[in-house]
Structure formats: structure tokens, C-alpha cells
């Protein structure tokens, strides 16, 4: 069975521009997490898509956004990209808590470089 | 206050110790509990579900103290290839709250 996969691997950005990183969930998988990672840091999370409506979100500007799609992948956008913007960007899935699961899973990230 | 928290470490142990962290978390209502293992630059894994009061896999041993709201993750017999961080993270109490990561714990087992 295929894990979550996360494209692309590497991003390379400047400053000012857009990001697009994608993430596809574990096959039954509903839920959607996106976290940041900047280097040396901890896990932050940015936002959490649950069949196909954002349920919550971090501590991050609205210039961070995300949707996912009806087969549950997701999209997160980074817009007028910052220099520290640069980090490792995970996703992770896992079942719907009334599913009966509740682990998460994760890709193995985006790493954004803004220059 | 962080809904959870550990102590970043780092915990500098020689191989064959035994090490034990704790992280704390601070909703009552949270149901379930996991320890998870990151390697550096690579993504968590899981290494164990604490569901109940506790569980056990070889070498790793987990608990959970609901009364003090805290849960611990036990290593014995430490090996140079345990050297990771160790992030605790917590379940939601519905199923419309996202799972919550603490910082995470480093350990470096020393030869």
C-alpha cells in the first residue's frame, strides 16, 4: 500500500513569489495535515483538511492557504513568499477520528529553499 | 502554555542506558496518545500508540498518567541507532481537532 507522497521533493523560490507544494493521502485516509519545519525547529502546524473542509488552523498568516480536493488530496499555498518561509513542509494523513483511527502518517516533506 | 510539552533535551546517554522522557499535556479530554520518532531532516514515524495505560514493544516501553496528565516513553539498552527526536503527540477528544505535536525530545546515545 502506498504511504503519503509528497511533491515536489525540492522547491526552489524568490522572494515575492508563489508556492504549490501537494500532498495524496494514505488510500482511505480523510484527514490532511500540513506542518512546517524550519531547520532545527519543531513541527508547527499550519492547517487540517478533513473531507474536504479545513477544520482548523495554526498560528500562521492567511498568506499560508490550503484546500483539499474530493479525493482527499491537498494542495497548501504559500503566497508572497518571505526568506523565512524556508523549511520542511510535511503532510501526514490518517483515518477520521469516527472511523476508529486516529495515527497519522507522514510523507517526506517539501523542502522549500526561498532565496 | 503549549497543549503539549517536553523537554527539548538534548538527553546524552551512553549506549546500554537506560532513558526515559516525560511530556505532559494540558486537555483533559484528549483520548489518545503516540510517540513518534524523527531521524534529522527526515519526516516522523511512528513509534508507538498509547492507548490505555500503557503498552510495551521490545526496548520501548510507554505510559500513560491521566491523573497528571502526562505520558512517558521509556528505553532500555539504548543503541547508537536510537540517537533521534522523540515527539509526543496527542489525539483529539473529537474527531474535529487535529493531532497535536509537541517540540520533541533529542537523544544522542554516545558510544
Known amino acids: 500500500e502506498a504511504g503519503v507522497t509528497q511533491s515536489p521533493t525540492h522547491l526552489i523560490k524568490t522572494r515575492g513569489q508563489q508556492a504549490t507544494l501537494r500532498c495524496s493521502p494514505i488510500?482511505?485516509?480523510?484527514?490532511v495535515y500540513w506542518y512546517q519545519q524550519a531547520l532545527g525547529l519543531g513541527l508547527q502546524f499550519l492547517l487540517w483538511?478533513?473531507?474536504?473542509?479545513?477544520?482548523n488552523r495554526g498560528n500562521f498568516p492567511p498568506r499560508f492557504s490550503g484546500r483539499q480536493f474530493p479525493n482527499y488530496s491537498s494542495e497548501l499555498n504559500v503566497n508572497a513568499l518571505e526568506l523565512e518561509d524556508s523549511a520542511l513542509y510535511l503532510c501526514?494523513?490518517?483515518?477520521?477520528?469516527?472511523?476508529?483511527?486516529?495515527?497519522?502518517?507522514f510523507g517526506q516533506g517539501t523542502r522549500l529553499t526561498v532565496v | 502554555r503549549k497543549e503539549v510539552e517536553q523537554d527539548p533535551g538534548p538527553f546524552n546517554v551512553p549506549e546500554g542506558a537506560t532513558v526515559a522522557f516525560n511530556c505532559t499535556y494540558s486537555?483533559?479530554?484528549?483520548?489518545?496518545f503516540f510517540w513518534y520518532r524523527q531521524d534529522c531532516r527526515k519526516e516522523p514515524k511512528l513509534l508507538m500508540s498509547?492507548?490505555?495505560s500503557g503498552n510495551e514493544d521490545g526496548r520501548f516501553t510507554a505510559q500513560l498518567n491521566r491523573a497528571s496528565q502526562y505520558i512517558s516513553l521509556l528505553i532500555r539498552d539504548s543503541k547508537l541507532s536510537d540517537s533521534a527526536t522523540y515527539l509526543c503527540?496527542?489525539?483529539?477528544?473529537?474527531?474535529?481537532?487535529?493531532?497535536?505535536f509537541g517540540s520533541g525530545t533529542r537523544l544522542q546515545v554516545q558510544p
Open positions: 503527540v496527542s489525539s483529539p477528544d473529537t474527531g474535529r481537532r487535529a493531532l497535536t
Open positions: 488510500s482511505g485516509h480523510t484527514s
Open positions: 498509547v492507548y490505555s
Open positions: 486537555n483533559s479530554a484528549s483520548q489518545s
Open positions: 501526514a494523513s490518517n483515518k477520521n477520528f469516527w472511523v476508529g483511527g486516529t495515527e497519522a502518517f
Open positions: 483538511y478533513d473531507e474536504g473542509e479545513e477544520r
